[in-house]
Nanobody, 122 residues
Framework: QVQLIESGGGLVQAGGSLKVSCAAS????????MAWFREAPGKERKFVAA????????LYSDSVKGRFTITRDNADNTMTLQMNDLNPEDTAVYYCAAGPLVVRLIGSYNSWGRGTQVTVSS
């Protein structure tokens, strides 16, 4: 299990941009696929984006495709999610996750951060 810490959440107006980041404590974290999930109040945690171990392959949910970009920097043990053209529907707690495969299934990820709040006002 790798320790993950999210940061960069905050309040932004609709149409604006925000970047959230995830820092990992594990030196061998580049062996893991990484992903972002989000959870709105009263709703289940949903897949947002994922990136493979080397950072040359990505996966996005249909709701964020074209607006969000996931990247990773293995030298710094960090991963980021650049969120553009934000909508109120994007409001949620965003969680960083690590697992063996680049998939949308939440059960594939076995390490989680505590989350960072992203709020988009209309």
């Amino acid at each position: 299990q790798v320790q993950l810490i999210e940061s960069g959440g905050g309040l932004v107006q609709a149409g604006g941009s925000l970047k959230v980041s995830c820092a990992a404590s594990e030196r061998t974290w580049n062996t893991y696929a990484m992903a972002w999930f989000r959870e709105a109040p009263g709703k289940e945690r949903k897949f947002v984006a994922a990136i493979n171990r080397s950072g040359n392959s990505t996966l996005y949910s249909d709701s964020v495709k074209g607006r969000f970009t996931i990247t990773r920097d293995n030298a710094d043990n960090t991963m980021t999610l650049q969120m553009n053209d934000l909508n109120p529907e994007d409001t949620a707690v965003y969680y960083c996750a690590a697992g063996p495969l680049v998939v949308r299934l939440i059960g594939s990820y076995n390490s989680w951060g505590r989350g960072t709040q992203v709020t988009v006002s209309s």
